[in-house]
């Protein structure tokens, strides 16, 4: 059930955006009492304009004591209350596995969506012997990217989006990787071969241009040749990969229910570093 609008204990009022007018909008605002007493600072973010339909709670400090996590709490459904009023269907927020608002915004109806786990590398893996990775071409881009939109769009359905939504935000990934194209400088597209068949493939690349971190996507292997150790393999590939290009650490993001791939990240040494949070403002 949808909170009433006058629940939240707290109003927020930005310091470096109007509220009003289109997106992209990163907000940072204060958290006020209704007394006027300022308790802390929230930063949102939203994209209506283009196309986005999640909003994301990005940072939420209290600077009093709040013992209840009331303060907490109407902060995150004054954020709510944002979010809706820009158009968005799902409110995101991340967290630290043992963040104390974990309960809290899970009391409120968030769910988990998915896991950001990272490694640091201190050595290059060997490639699993028969295997080999080459550069996409186009053939191999248009069948890995469709396979990648309906997958990508069945795990949020599963994690709790509804339809719409998660076929926009498959779309909007598509849209930016087929105008970047397989040779964009940002990402790496590679094909995983294994005694002469194509059995997989990898989307990565740095994360941000001056991070250390090199940043998993996508790792998919073809459903014939599941089972055989090739997922074990892309992810050493993506190892290779990032210490080719300077990176000291490789992440990636996981969604919640997909445990197989949980327990091979967990066997590679990937540790949790951070959960998303996902609500439906329209439940």
Sequence with gaps: MRPSESSASVHLVSLDADDSGPGPLSRLSEIREHSGEVVGLIRTYADPGRGSTVGRIEELQISRPDPDSRWRSGAVLEAEKRFRTMGCKHSQVTLQPDDQLVPLVSGLGYAEL??????????????????????????????????????????????????????????LWVDELSSTGISSSRYSFRVLVHDGLTVGYLWGGRAGDLSSQWFVYDIRVHPDHRGSGHGRTLMHVAEVEALSSGCSAVALSVFAGNQTAFRLYTSLGYTVSNSRMLKDLEA
Excluded: C, N
């Excluded at 990272?118 to 469709?146: N, Q, T, V, Y």
């Excluded at 069945?154 to 779309?171: D, F, I």
């Design 114 to 171: 998915s896991h950001t786990m990272h490694k640091p590398l201190d050595s290059l893996p060997g490639i699993a012997s028969g295997s080999s990775a080459r550069p996409m071409d186009e053939d191999d881009f248009l069948d890995w990217s469709r396979q990648f939109r309906t997958d990508y769009v069945q795990a949020l359905r599963q994690s709790g989006m509804s339809a719409g939504p998660a076929e926009k935000h498959a779309e």
